[in-house]
Nanobody, 126 residues
Framework: QVQLAESGGGLVQAGGSLRLSCTAS????????MGWFRQFQGKEREVVAI???????YYTESVKGRFTITRDNAKNTVVLQMNSLKPEDTAVYYC????????????????????WGQGTQVTVSS
């Protein structure tokens, strides 16, 4: 059974840093893409950063230069290092993974990911 286990998150002041980690287990083959999405209260889930095999690393515009995604294919882990955090980054963050390769546009779309972590709250105070 595929599982994604997240850790990290919490409360931090604006300008601070947090590190989110996610480990995937139960996959019988290599994973095509792993990444992070977030969901603001009352909003749809949106992409934050994606690391996909053979694809450019993707960051949503609002986090470029502040967040870094790192993936270890051998360990099936993905880490999101979040620096210079802002109150508008406050959300529930979800790890996601997809085993099968898909077209580029799908790679950055939440509906293309069948496997999700439980979500972790990130709160940035002003």
């Amino acid at each position: 059974q595929v599982q994604l286990a997240e850790s990290g998150g919490g409360l931090v002041q604006a300008g601070g840093s947090l590190r989110l980690s996610c480990t995937a287990s139960g996959y019988s083959s290599s994973i095509y893409a792993m990444g992070w999405f977030r969901q603001f209260q009352g909003k749809e889930r949106e992409v934050v950063a994606i690391a996909a095999t053979g694809r450019p690393t993707y960051y949503t515009e609002s986090v470029k230069g502040r967040f870094t995604i790192t993936r270890d294919n051998a360990k099936n882990t993905v880490v999101l290092q979040m620096n210079s955090l802002k109150p508008e980054d406050t959300a529930v963050y979800y790890c996601a993974a997809r085993a099968a390769r898909t077209v580029l546009s799908n790679t950055y779309t939440s509906s293309a990911y069948p496997n999700w972590g439980q979500g972790t709250q990130v709160t940035v105070s002003s």
